[in-house]
């Protein structure tokens, strides 16, 4: 009996300690946390954005009386024109699932959004992302503009370049010219993909604000050292919309 106590001892020593081991092939701190964030990107026709902006403004709250609308933005710069970018938060899959269920079922939304908006609409792009571990999202002080920084990191996760991109990012905040809404990390879509969405109280204001981070040390240092574990970069200017909750 002492022998098979001691195996038995052994045996569940061996499973308590197995995720121990296991715990060094991890890519950086753990979503603990279910709630996650999708980007959506409408591309809408060039002679329909004025027509399905004032459907969405009249139509709005039908669908956010399903989920949270975090922000809605026209894009303003980078890429392609006419184009709309809005965030949505789910709580976790099973409450997006149930969303996407009532929406159907919803026949206001269809009938008043859904259809007349289609014939909009000439391409859609989904994302999916969670909060980066370090990072929370924050409430702007006042209206202002937004910049989505969109960077696409080198494979291996937080664990591999999240420490020296925070440290990129914090540089730019200590200057007080700008400050961080959310940094997100994609978890469906362009994989090692990170979106920074940034406030700043007007594009003149951000420009002025980068002149004079190209010339701080401080800055360079970070950026110099963040850029080692980057691939490419794209930014667009986002101009909130008068039902966005974000302004």
Sequence with gaps: MLVLRSGLTRAL?????????????????????????????????PS???????????????RTAHSELVGFWSVEFGGRMNKVFHIWKNDNFAHRAEVR?????CKEWQEQSII??????????TEITYLIPWSKLEKPPKEGIYELAVFQMKPGGP???????????????????????????????????VHV?????????????????H????????????VNYLVSQ????????????LK
């Excluded at 269920?101 to 079922?105: G, M, S, V």
């Excluded at 969405?197 to 981070?213: P, T, V």
């Design 13 to 45: 020593a061996s499973r308590t300690l197995a995720p121990q081991v296991c715990s060094s092939f991890a890519t950086g701190p753990r979503q603990y946390d279910g709630t996650f964030y999708e980007f959506r990107t409408y591309y809408l026709k």
């Design 48 to 62: 329909k954005m004025n027509a399905f902006m004032e459907n969405l403004k009249k139509t709005i709250h039908l």
């Design 101 to 105: 269920k009532a929406l159907a079922n």
């Design 116 to 125: 007349p908006n289609l014939a909009h609409i000439d391409k859609q792009e």
């Design 159 to 193: 664990a591999l370049w999240g420490d020296a991109f925070k440290r990129a990012i914090n540089a730019h905040v200590n200057l007080g010219y700008t400050k961080v809404v959310g940094v997100f990390h994609t978890e469906y879509g362009e994989l090692n993909r």
């Design 197 to 213: 969405l940034w406030w700043n109280e007007s594009a003149d204001s951000r420009a002025a604000g980068r002149h004079k981070s």
């Design 215 to 226: 010339e701080d040390p401080r800055v360079v240092a970070a950026v110099r050292e963040s």
């Design 234 to 245: 794209q930014n667009m200017l986002l101009i909130p919309t008068s039902f966005s909750p």
